[in-house]
């Protein structure tokens, strides 16, 4: 079994780390778009291979990194598009509407290949293989197994809106984030009951990211009334998970942990900005200013070279992710 050592000593475990002297990224692409919603609860941006997805109201635009053409998809008619998800190879995007509706289209195509309705908005996906998680405004997370014409499982842990779904690197974990403000993590083969709750944020959880290199160490930031990044130890969920907690003068929209061990986080009131963080120290490297409003979307290249930003300024940001020479252990 995975083991963190945490090797922070239990005064520093709480620091402030917004640092003003920190160096600031150019952008390297700036796209042009329609405004996009201004909702943090949404995840209306991903990327796979060459391929960005974003929405506007209720269309989809596949932006090609590459050659940068970009195609507008219409899909839903009389309401707008909550989050958006590719499956592992690009071939599919699933997107959740405003009023429940899941739809998954077939990129190449462009035609529905799918479809389940919750009882209310769809606000994150997550793909597991075959398997769609889906977190709603109605409370629940759905389990929809493509090769079973999306049988449904449904689990309700939460008492408000699930905003953040993630699995681990081995896909077998799951944390999920509520505007209540807790955290689940649950295992996938045996969902009821959770491994554990936690309930350190004092604000909604949208922002969740597991390790790459440790299956149990899992990132969460926290909204407006919270602003913390926290780093967790999902083996140490009946006793004292938490390993570190920053607070970052700001509402954390998103937060994405790198192969090489660096965390990318996003931003909304009041700094309205993206930046990059060593781990598992949570030590700023660099900030990228540009939006001017808060920056609710986040996504990453595969190659983890690019991440893309956007918020509800008509822009959306393609950045180089920095690489810093700092080597961090998160295990001794």
């Not at 475990?13 to 329609?34: A, D, M, Q, W």
């Not at 889906?134 to 049988?151: H, P």
């Not at 990132?219 to 780093?231: E, M, P």
């Amino acid at each position: 079994m995975d083991r963190y050592v945490c090797s922070f000593e239990k005064q520093k475990l709480f620091e402030n780390v917004y640092n003003t002297n920190i160096r600031s990224g150019e952008p390297y692409r700036v796209i042009k778009t329609e405004e996009m919603v201004d909702d943090f609860y949404s995840n209306i941006l991903d990327w796979k291979k060459n391929h960005l997805a974003y929405s506007v109201d209720g269309s989809i635009f596949l932006y090609n990194f590459y050659n940068s053409e970009c195609e507008e998809i219409e899909i839903f008619d009389k309401c707008s598009i909550s989050s958006v998800k590719f499956n592992d190879d690009g071939e599919l995007l699933a997107i959740g509407s405003s009023n429940g509706d899941l739809k998954i289209i077939n990129v190449n195509t462009k035609k529905v290949v799918d479809s389940i309705t919750h009882n209310s908005r769809v606000s994150v996906i997550e793909w597991d293989g075959n398997t769609i998680l889906t977190g709603s405004r109605d409370r629940s997370i759905k389990f929809l197994d493509k090769r079973k014409s999306m049988k449904q499982k449904t689990f309700s842990f939460h008492h408000q809106e699930v905003c953040g779904l993630k699995l681990n690197k081995d896909k077998q974990l799951i944390a999920s984030g509520g505007n209540d403000n807790f955290i689940f993590i649950f295992d996938k083969r045996k969902v009821t009951p959770p491994l554990g709750k936690i309930a350190h944020h004092r604000a909604a959880v949208k922002a969740l990211s597991w390790s790459q290199s440790r299956s149990n160490i899992l990132c969460s930031g926290g909204g407006t009334a919270d602003k913390n990044i926290c780093i967790w130890d999902t083996n140490l969920l009946t006793s004292e998970p938490l390993c570190k907690s920053v607070n970052s003068k700001s509402q954390v929209c998103n937060v994405f942990w790198t192969k090489n061990n660096q965390i990318i986080s996003t931003h909304g009131y009041s700094k309205n900005d993206a930046r990059i963080y060593a781990a598992p120290s949570i030590n700023p490297l660099k900030v990228y200013l540009s939006h001017r409003t808060r920056v609710t979307q986040l996504a990453v290249s595969d190659d983890e070279k690019y991440f893309a930003t956007a918020g509800s300024d008509s822009k959306l940001i393609i950045w180089k992710i920095h690489q810093s020479n700092i080597k961090e252990y998160l295990f001794r």
